[in-house]
């Protein structure tokens, strides 16, 4: 079992920045991958933004690549999505997904309000 809890939302203006972190524990090692997912209001399904590997490979939905960087920090367990010149198409929950090759373990989500 993993458990991944976002943090860092919040409300910016169009341009603006945040930093959201996902902080694991319990079976951290069998992690291979952790993914930022995000559910824009009015949406039913929630979109892949980015994931990062435990190799460190990374991969961005289109839109964002430019803008937002994934990067980790293994000695806290913890996974970063930097959003930079947000804009109000980003405003969504975003949502910290692990998995160890079999099951997805899913965050609470943090909202991102983008104001224009």
């Known amino acids: 079992q993993v458990q991944p809890v976002e943090s860092g939302g919040g409300l910016v203006q169009a341009g603006g920045s945040l930093r959201l972190s996902c902080a694991t524990s319990?079976?951290?090692?069998?992690?291979?991958?952790i993914a930022w997912f995000r559910q824009a209001p009015g949406k039913q399904q929630r979109e892949l933004v980015a994931?990062?590997?435990?190799?460190?490979?990374?991969n961005y939905k289109s839109s964002v690549k430019g803008r937002f960087t994934v990067s980790r920090d293994n000695a806290k367990n913890t996974v970063y999505l930097q959003l930079n010149s947000l804009k109000p198409d980003d405003t969504a929950v975003y949502y910290c997904a692990a998995t160890d090759g079999e099951t997805w373990y899913w965050g609470q989500g943090t909202q991102v309000t983008v104001s224009s």
């Open positions: 319990g079976n951290t090692l069998s992690i291979n991958t």
């Open positions: 994931h990062i590997t435990r190799n460190n490979i990374t």
